[in-house]
Nanobody
Framework: QVQLVESGGGLVQPGGSLRLSCVVS????????MGWYRQAPGKQRELVAA???????NYADSVKGRFTISRDNAKKTVYLQMNSLKPEDTAVYYC??????WGQGTQVTVSS
């Protein structure tokens, strides 16, 4: 059973930064493509950033230049560094492995 545990969410002021982490309990983490998604109240879940097993990345247009996804295969962890946060980034952020395993989500609130 693959389990994902996210951490790092919280309340931050506009313009601030947060780093989300997701630890994956599997011995084949390095083979997984990983993604961060988010879901705001009343909206559909959307892909924020993704990173392949080979390290290629892609981002939603709304976060390009502000968010960075990375991975540490030795720690079985994927990160999402979020800078220049905006109120519209407020959402529950979910980590996803291999497009089928999901974490429980972590709340990010951007507000003054």
């Amino acid at each position: 059973q693959v389990q994902l545990v996210e951490s790092g969410g919280g309340l931050v002021q506009p313009g601030g930064s947060l780093r989300l982490s997701c630890v994956v309990s599997t011995n084949i983490f390095s083979f997984f493509n990983m993604g961060w998604y988010r879901q705001a109240p009343g909206k559909q879940r959307e892909l924020v950033a993704a990173i392949t097993s080979g390290g290629s990345t892609n981002y939603a247009d709304s976060v390009k230049g502000r968010f960075t996804i990375s991975r540490d295969n030795a720690k079985k962890t994927v990160y999402l560094q979020m800078n220049s946060l905006k109120p519209e980034d407020t959402a529950v952020y979910y980590c996803c492995a291999a497009t089928k395993y999901w974490g429980q989500g972590t709340q990010v609130t951007v507000s003054s």
